[in-house]
């Protein structure tokens, strides 16, 4: 990653930066240049590891496993004494169990009961399945066609000890916890905890139990805020109702500032309210005002404030979920230390139309099916207004038609971008 910029550095970088029309691809540009991630570390037990972000790389101390073991239950024998096209005859002379490794020597035309996960006996090298195998009292009888090794898994087959088992920047996941406890570690390093304060602004919000006068509505952003911040796995500081009034603002702010390393609120920043969020926030930091070439979410703030950074998201329930997702959340994650992954697109066929011009980004909120032949098929939720929150509720994914497509017709595949994942 680059060495952090100033808000201002990481603009002229750009030879045709336009804030009023504003790429996608730009405004990630410009904050994962501005954005410094927490440095802290601490060391937790691995399962309190689980969505935290890994602080350094780790090496494995053994070889996973640890010595070569049976993949199956059967019989351990030794390939060369094995007719290739005929049943062989060997001496059963023990049993080897998961964690009781057979002692003794084994002897040329001798053959060890094994079960899953059993150490392989000194000398034998090929593993027979029970169920292939007949057995006489301590005969053992083995059918002709076996292979040399088979069956039987290698010493550091899936780890080699030194070899590099975790990057720093993981978000460490729960195959993740396996795997450091498979490499005997109780412990982790971990960046802190990222504490993100957030807030929503306007006159016209009332918070849930109380009664709403004409023309007002319940704060319903400061509840997906909250959902999306604790999904990310920070600390999250809930700063209420902020009145559009830039003493309120401001000390909301600064409180935030000195808090938390991150603000993210909503409203205020539309053309009509941004004038006084403007004139706060030139006085309090490093911000710069956006109307970024996507829809829904096209109005936006964004920089630091001393080291917390600054995101002014729309305030329509829609837009700031987009924003949230498509730019905050990518930014968040640096700033936690994670090296974050694009989100992985699943293309379908599109079952709806889109009007769209080439030039700006949109978020579409759909459906995703799989057809009966296994192909994915993908329809618009009808109603795409940013304030109709319904249709975050009831999509499953979002389709994203990229910066330069134009429009798409019935048929025609497009990308899209899943809400719920496996793990
Ligand atoms: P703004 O960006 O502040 O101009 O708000 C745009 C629209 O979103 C207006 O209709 C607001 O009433 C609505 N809105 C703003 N903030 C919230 C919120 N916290 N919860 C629900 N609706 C909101
Ligand atoms: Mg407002």
């Not at 496993?65 to 096209?85: E, T």
């Not at 969020?277 to 930091?285: D, E, I, S, Y």
């Not at 057809?371 to 098929?377: H, K």
Request: net charge neutral.
């Amino acid at each position: 990653m680059n060495a952090p910029q100033t808000l201002s550095d990481a603009i002229s970088c750009l030879s045709d930066y336009d804030p009023n029309a504003l790429p996608v691809s730009q405004v990630r540009e410009i904050v994962g240049r501005v954005i410094v991630p927490v440095e802290a570390i601490e060391r937790v037990a691995i399962r309190s590891g689980l969505g935290r972000v890994l602080a350094q790389d780790l090496a494995s101390p053994i070889d996973v496993p640890s010595s070569d073991n049976s993949a199956m239950d059967g019989y351990a024998v030794r390939a060369a004494d094995l007719v290739s096209d005929r049943p062989t005859t060997l001496k059963l002379v023990g049993t080897a169990l998961a964690g009781q490794p057979f002692a003794g020597a084994v002897g040329p035309g001798e053959a060890v009961r094994v079960t899953t996960g059993a150490v392989m006996p000194t000398g034998l090298d090929t593993v027979v399945i029970q169920e292939v195998a007949t057995v006489d009292g301590d005969r053992l009888a083995v059918p002709g066609g076996q292979q040399r090794g088979q069956h039987r898994r290698l010493r550091g087959e899936d780890l080699a000890r030194g070899k590099p088992a975790l990057r720093a920047g993981k978000l460490l996941a729960p195959a993740d916890l396996g795997l450091l406890a498979s490499l005997g570690f109780a412990e982790v390093a971990v960046r802190r905890r990222l504490r993100v304060a957030f807030f929503s602004t306007g006159d016209e919000l009332r918070s849930v139990g109380e009664a709403l006068g004409p023309g007002e509505v319940y704060d319903s952003n400061r509840y997906t805020m909250y959902g999306m911040l604790t999904r990310l796995g920070v600390d999250v500081i809930d700063m209420g109702v902020i009145r559009d009034d830039p003493d309120a603002l401001e000390r909301a702010v600064r409180t935030a500032a000195e808090s938390a390393d991150a603000i993210v609120s909503s409203g205020g920043v539309s053309v009509g309210e941004a004038d006084f969020t403007k004139q706060v926030m030139a006085r309090l930091g490093d911000i710069a005002f956006w109307t970024i070439a996507m829809r829904p979410g096209r109005p936006m703030a964004f920089g630091r404030i001393g080291r917390t950074s600054y995101f002014g998201l729309p305030g329509n329930p829609v837009a700031v979920m987009i924003t949230f997702y498509f730019f905050a959340r990518e930014a968040l994650l640096r700033q936690m230390g994670a090296e974050p992954s694009p989100l992985p697109f699943v293309r379908a066929r599109s079952l709806s139309a889109f009007r769209k011009r080439p030039g700006r980004t949109e978020y579409q909120r759909a459906r995703l099916d799989r057809d009966a032949d296994g192909t994915m098929s993908v329809s618009s939720f009808g109603s795409q207004g940013s304030g109709v929150l319904r249709s975050m509720s009831e999509a499953n994914c979002i389709v994203v038609l990229h910066h330069d497509q134009g429009a798409v017709a019935v048929g025609d595949p497009v990308d899209c971008i899943a809400f719920d994942g496996l793990v």
